[in-house]
């Protein structure tokens, strides 16, 4: 298994800033990857975090919107730029051992980021 | 596309039996998923299944699968008010190989 932690564990900030959300596991793990859960709603993917190289978004984000960073096997951080009330969630870290093309990775989570924008 | 399906609520009294249902639309998924979150903590695996398997026990957790309905239950015999959280149920899609969460069930234990 992995210990994830994940900093800040929550913020409320102003729209139109920026906020760097921090990701880090007590063991390498070969993929890591980046969540939102808007409130009352289920997980949905932003991105999958490659080490040395840039991240791989799913449909509807971009990198200008959120930069990800994974500058080693147990780090990984994603910021959420140009902030709206329309990004307050809940941002969440998940990590797995496993090849990106295994049938089986068991995902692990972290805690959480609980984001609120005014 | 991949959709996965809950109920949103369920309430039940301690030591009753609990059944959480999903249904999902991938008939390709290989492995399908149980996830606990409780308030403010992030997603504890509960327990999974893979695709050719009917059923999983484990301690008071069973997992029946119904691969032709594209139907997953979650049975949590002996509830306890400390099973009280929000369960998610999540496959891993034949084509894309990511975990695709349902909506997720409150689950609201009485004493």
């Known amino acids: 298994s992995a210990v994830i932690s994940q900093k800040p564990s929550r913020d409320i900030c102003q729209r139109g800033t920026s906020l760097t959300i921090q990701c880090q596991v007590d063991?390498?793990?070969?993929?890591m990857f980046w969540y939102r859960q808007q409130p009352g709603q289920s997980l949905t993917l932003i991105a999958t975090?490659?080490?040395?190289?840039?991240?791989?978004?799913e449909s509807g984000f971009v990198i200008d919107k959120f930069p990800i960073s994974r500058p080693n096997l147990t780090f990984s951080t994603l910021t959420v730029s140009n902030m709206s009330p329309e990004d307050s969630s809940i941002y969440l870290c998940s990590v797995s051992f496993g090849l990106r093309d295994s049938t089986y990775n068991e995902q692990f989570f972290g805690p959480g980021t609980r984001l609120t924008v005014l | 596309g991949e959709d996965v399906e809950q109920s949103l609520f369920l309430s039940v009294r301690e030591g009753d039996s609990s059944v959480i249902n999903c249904t999902y639309t991938d008939s390709s998924s290989t492995y399908l998923y149980w996830y606990k979150q409780e308030p403010g903590a992030g997603l504890q695996l509960l327990t999974y299944?893979?695709?050719?398997?009917d059923m999983k026990q484990d301690q008071r957790l069973t997992v029946l699968l119904n691969k032709k309905d594209k139907h997953l239950s979650l049975r949590i015999a002996d509830t306890q008010t400390g099973d009280s959280a929000i369960y998610f149920c999540?496959?891993?899609?034949?084509?894309?190989?990511?975990?695709?969460f349902g909506t997720g069930t409150l689950l609201a234990v009485q004493p």
């Open positions: 299944i893979f695709s050719n398997m």
């Open positions: 975090a490659n080490q040395g190289s840039e991240a791989t978004y």
């Open positions: 999540a496959e891993r899609g034949g084509a894309t190989n990511k975990l695709i």
């Open positions: 063991s390498q793990v070969t993929m």
